[in-house]
């Protein structure tokens, strides 16, 4: 359970959000600090969004009553070329402005997109009379050292079979709370065989189901034990998931697939107490982001049963591609 759960603080830490020098990205005041940063952590919301609503099937098929199954789900959201960057224009700042008079627009980097300071335009802060001027923020530099940027996030499902060929299942970890990070999760998802109910289609040699499941994911990542305990990032997901599920089990082999839509909100929030280098002004909590959005969804994947073990994998379709593996032990 606790390497499940570091998944989330391993990734942010790769990432490393100390990169985000609030001291200087405050120097705009906090409604600039807000626009510049809802941009440049966009990639995060949105593949972890996407993300965590893989792996709620392997089959359109219910467990048999109180049958059920157990697995860890591991799933990578692509993050695609548009994620790597994002338009600043003038216009919506105040007390962020590029450096340059010639410019009113520029493509600066997201936290997923360059660290070269080619790509980095130079931007001037004013705030209260005070400007400095400074570089884009870096991005990670994760495509470069692995090829690709990608979004992770891991989960614990639990499956029971219920009456009338209906799975409920559960996503549940308690709150882990470690020096460097807290994280919890609570997801519910409904599975049910509409194939009985259809005459002419309850014949056909394939199972048919819907799904609607939510999930809720809270973590909250420490930015500097030691010298200010207070600072941390906060992010918190919910996830909605309607789909249409089908499956066609060949020997040990099942070919499962569907398609809906899937939406997700996600917070972001920077905790604490943040001073400015340049104009001395003192922040409270001054960054809170709110990201939303849906998008069809259609995923295909193959999972493989060997006794009770199942092992599984698929891949969908939608804003941020996502490639799922899952493991587990299936009984009845």
Known sequence: MKKITTIVFLFCSMLSFGQID?????EGGTNDANAYLKGYLSPIATGFGTGINGGWYHTAKAHKFLGFDIKVIANA???PTAGESF???NADFTGIKIDDTSKSSAQVPTILGSQKL???????????????SISALPGSGLKE??????????????????????DLKIRFVPKQKQPEFEFSTFGIGIMHDIKQWIPFVKKLPFDVSVLAAWNDVKSKIYLDNKNEPTQALELNTKTTLFQLVASKKILFLTIFGGIGTSSA????NMLGVYKTKNSNQTYTDPIALKYSGSDFRANLGLNMKLLFLNISADYAMQEYNTLTATVGFTFR
């Open 22 to 26: 609030l001291g200087t990205i405050l």
């Open 77 to 79: 959201a692509f993050v």
């Open 87 to 89: 338009t600043f224009n």
């Open 118 to 132: 080619g790509d980095r335009p130079l931007l001037e802060f004013t705030n209260g009379g005070n400007s400095i």
């Open 145 to 166: 050292e692995i090829g690709q940027n990608i979004v992770p996030s891991a989960m614990v499902q639990f499956s029971l079979g219920l009456f009338k060929n209906t």
């Open 265 to 268: 909100k996600t917070d972001i």
